[in-house]
């Protein structure tokens, strides 16, 4: 702190790429090597460790995806959960019902985007408590899916994985990364497009200024309901392609409250991914992880009660929440109601 | 504050019953349109709304014994209910009642068990104070997490619901197994009857200590030094902190207040109704005190018919089950819908008319504020 009277030095722009980016480029170099070294000891559990992080973290990542753009127009979305589980729930029923699976996901990602104009409703129109509107939706979509879920309906079958040619034959990721079901891609791509269209676009722009400063951004002829309307909308969507990932993709049949509280998890790795989509995915992956782990554990000879492993990425959770929420920079008008002059 | 203080001042004229009309009328209609939607939804699914609603009335007060049922169903949802609704008072969502309240319940169960040679009315008492302490622990940790680190207790109460789910299922299928008779089912084996809550005639001794709590409760919050300093905490920390109050403090506090209920609801269930733990006997009684706590309007007294209401469906819905041949779960959506319209309460108000009743609004935390 001596130094912050001097006039900035020069720095070459390695040093300010080191800078900025030193500590996540030590991290990822040190991932990739244990990853390689534990590949030389067992291959197996290695490539299944791998595989199963990325199948964890997808619909972790899509529910960070949907928290954070409605955040970054400033609208709290604790309704996750229940975007999720409705949505893994109707493209289930579309399912049972038609056996077409690409129709089954779009009415997932309907049913998301529905549930999403429920809370861009309440929040924005209504200015209910964004938290308990979360919460509405929450437990309307377990009451909901817990009355009309009848056991012993059957699915017709689920999302395959599609092998990219030779791409799928690499050690370690090419199982992992280029032999996966459709929306687990599509996550990939999602991550993508969020990230530009927040950072690089128009509407990026516009939405980060409403979730910073709504009123200049008023000021300034952008219509504040209609960014946080459309972003809550197209959260909700995300959210329920992340039900459908569990119900179509991952496990191929639903269970009642089958989500096991994925969309709130979903919210600490946006906020440890400090509200950003690239930062989101790298702390999916380790929550991923943390699950891979104990999917391993619980196959391995320990002597740990199943218990106390289960409760391992909710334990991560707090950890990861009490330690960096202080330190990440919270959008300035999130979570409250705008209210027109 | 200027805002909220003019509006109480406001509402402060006119009648008594005018004020408590315009207090109970929307949750009125807010619990009428829920059954009107619910009959709805019943008629899609290919039921008779009206045999299904009646027969849900006849389970629940169809018998002296059917209300002893209601009653029994909504001591713990009082409790479970308080614990929400004193949390809100300090701008805290406790959603981790749930786990309080398992915490309660398996470690009542674990002191009913365990402790022997007691009189009945002193190892009851213990049994429920330890149960009840439990959860109040529990819960001081998302209060000091939220207190000192700014990790929001929406998220770190639920992800402690998880965790108290694994831990409660460990002890009852680990350590404090009952094996008597072969035994294999995860549960603590049965507490001694010197630790039961009695039921006489059809009342259920928990039902009247549900009430007392209520009033404790409200004596707490609007006759004395800390329920000020709550309730100024929840209306603004900022001012509560330039007006000398320890605002951490009483966010633990709060919390610790919060989860003594909750946990005290789980261990009046074991003591008065299951007579062990067993692991998924409690499940959902901490959620339905969100519900009870918003259709309560987070005030004690309002607290009480809520939970009656909530606890009428749960008593009655087995009958409709039975009877009407209509899955149970409906109850849960018929919930849901109910929290829905109370707390957009906009809706509601166009509907029926009715004036803003300027009560105190619920103000939670965001993610960066604490």
Request: a neutral charge; one cysteine or more; proline letters at 4%.
């Amino acid at each position: 702190m001596k130094n912050t009277n001097q006039l900035p030095t020069e720095v070459s722009p390695l040093q300010r790429f080191l800078k900025r980016w030193g500590w996540t480029l030590a991290m990822v170099l040190g991932v990739i090597g244990i990853t390689i070294w534990q590949y030389q000891l067992n291959a197996q559990a290695t490539e299944a460790v791998v595989a199963s992080t990325i199948r964890q973290s997808t619909p972790l990542v899509l529910g960070a995806l949907c928290g954070l753009l409605g955040e970054r127009s400033a609208v709290i979305n604790i309704g996750i959960e229940g975007q999720m589980l409705l949505g893994a729930f109707v493209g289930f029923l579309v399912n049972v019902w038609t056996g077409n699976l690409f129709l089954a996901v779009l009415a997932a990602v309907l049913t998301g985007a529905v549930m999403g104009l429920l809370l861009a409703y309440m929040s924005v129109t209504l200015k209910m408590d964004q938290i308990i509107g979360g919460t509405v939706i929450n437990i309307l979509a377990l009451g909901l899916t817990g009355y009309f879920y009848q056991v012993g309906m059957v699915t017709q079958g689920k999302l395959q994985p599609i092998p990219l040619g030779p791409l799928a034959n690499i050690p370690i990721i090419g199982p992992a990364i280029f032999n996966n079901p459709p929306i687990t891609y599509a996550t990939f791509v999602l991550v993508i497009v969020v990230h530009y269209v927040l950072f690089y676009t128009k509407w990026g722009l516009r939405t980060r200024a409403v979730g910073e400063h709504p009123r200049a951004a008023d000021t300034l002829g952008v219509d504040v309901f209609k960014i946080r309307y459309v972003n809550v909308i197209m959260g909700g969507a995300i959210a329920g392609l992340a039900g459908a990932f569990l119900t179509l993709e991952a496990v191929g049949s639903f269970e009642r409250a089958m989500t096991n509280g994925r969309g709130f998890v979903a919210l600490a790795v946006m906020i440890f991914g400090k509200f950003t989509p690239l930062g989101a995915w790298g702390a999916a992956l380790l929550f991923g992880f943390a699950n891979a782990i104990q999917t391993q554990l619980q196959f391995a000879d320990i002597q740990i009660p199943h218990q106390f492993i289960g409760m391992l990425p909710y334990l991560l959770t707090i950890i990861v929440l009490s330690g960096f929420v202080g330190r990440t920079r919270v959008p300035a008008a999130d979570g409250v109601p705008y209210e027109k002059e | 504050m200027d805002d909220q203080a003019e509006k109480e001042m406001s509402t402060s004229s006119g009648s008594w019953l005018g004020r408590l009309w315009r207090t109970i009328a929307v949750p009125l209609a807010a619990v009428l349109l829920a059954m009107l939607i619910g009959a709805i939804l019943l008629a899609i699914s290919g039921a008779d709304p009206i045999k299904a609603y009646s027969a849900l009335f006849d389970g629940a007060f169809g018998s002296m014994k059917a209300f002893g049922r209601t009653l029994a169903k909504a001591t713990p949802l009082i409790f479970s209910g308080l614990a929400v609704a004193f949390a809100f008072k300090a701008g805290l969502f406790n959603i981790g009642a749930q786990g309080q309240l398992l915490f309660g319940a398996l470690v009542s169960a674990v002191a009913g068990f365990m402790i022997h040679g007691l009189p009945p009315f002193l190892h009851a008492t213990l049994a429920l104070l330890i149960g009840a302490s439990a959860g109040a622990l529990y819960a001081a940790i998302p209060g000091a997490l939220k207190a000192y680190t700014g990790a929001h207790e929406v998220i770190t109460t639920i992800m402690l619901n998880y965790v108290a789910i694994n831990i409660t299922d460990y002890f009852a299928d680990g350590p404090f197994k009952d094996t008597t008779g072969g035994n294999i089912v995860a549960r603590t084996p049965e507490i001694l009857d010197s630790a039961r809550i009695p039921t006489i005639g059809n009342i259920p001794l928990g039902f009247v200590l549900a009430v007392l709590a209520a009033v404790v409760v409200w004596w707490l919050l609007w006759h004395t030094t800390l329920g000020f300093e709550i309730r100024t905490v929840g209306l603004s920390p900022h001012a509560a902190k330039y007006a000398g109050m320890k605002v951490a403090f009483t966010v633990i506090l709060t919390m610790v207040i919060s989860g003594f209920l909750a946990g005290a609801g789980g261990a009046i269930e074991t003591q008065g109704i299951v007579g062990r733990y067993q692991p998924g006997f409690n499940a959902g009684l901490g959620f339905d005190g969100i519900t009870i706590a918003l259709l309560g309007k987070t005030h004690p007294f309002g607290i009480i018919p809520a939970a009656l209401l909530i606890g009428a469906m749960k008593a009655g819905a087995s009958t409709m089950q039975f009877d009407a041949g209509v899955a149970k779960e409906i109850t849960d959506v018929i919930q849901a819908l109910m929290l829905f319209f109370v707390t957009a309460d906009m809706i509601v108000r166009k509907l029926i008319h009715a004036r803003d009743d300027g009560g105190e609004k619920i103000t939670l935390s965001g993610w960066g504020q604490q």
